[in-house]
């Protein structure tokens, strides 16, 4: 059973917070390394933050200090805290796997996101 369900985005002034959260199948979840990924109006999806199955963390430049992933190994739950946020975080936010693709009926696997956007 493949799962990536994610939740949590809105409307928000700069500055303002959001915390995402993504449920998925525990067949994902125990064994991956696990991402938050955007994709911002007219680019592409671009990685954010990982977190492996150790707790070990990642993040990008543009987040870096902003940003803070977690995992609940109970719900097979991963989130994204967003601090800070700015114009330039709006986007559709998701979550997957990193380093490999979930593959159903051929193709790769994605949520359906969660929309985040920050207002100036």
């Known amino acids: 059973q493949v799962m990536l369900v994610e939740s949590g985005g809105g409307l928000v002034q700069a500055g303002g917070s959001l915390r995402l959260s993504c449920v998925t199948s525990?067949?994902?979840?125990?064994?991956?390394?696990m991402g938050w990924y955007r994709q911002a109006p007219g680019k592409r999806r671009e990685l954010v933050t990982t977190i492996t199955p150790e707790d070990l963390k990642n993040y990008a430049d543009s987040v870096m200090g902003r940003f803070a992933i977690s995992r609940d190994n109970s719900k097979n739950t991963v989130y994204l805290q967003m601090n800070g946020l700015k114009p330039e975080d709006t986007g559709v936010y998701y979550c997957?796997?990193?380093?490999?693709?979930?593959?159903?009926?051929?193709?790769?696997?994605w949520g359906q996101g969660t929309q985040v956007t920050v207002s100036s």
């Open positions: 525990k067949n994902i979840f125990d064994v991956n390394i």
């Open positions: 997957n796997v990193v380093g490999h693709s979930i593959q159903v009926d051929g193709r790769d696997y």
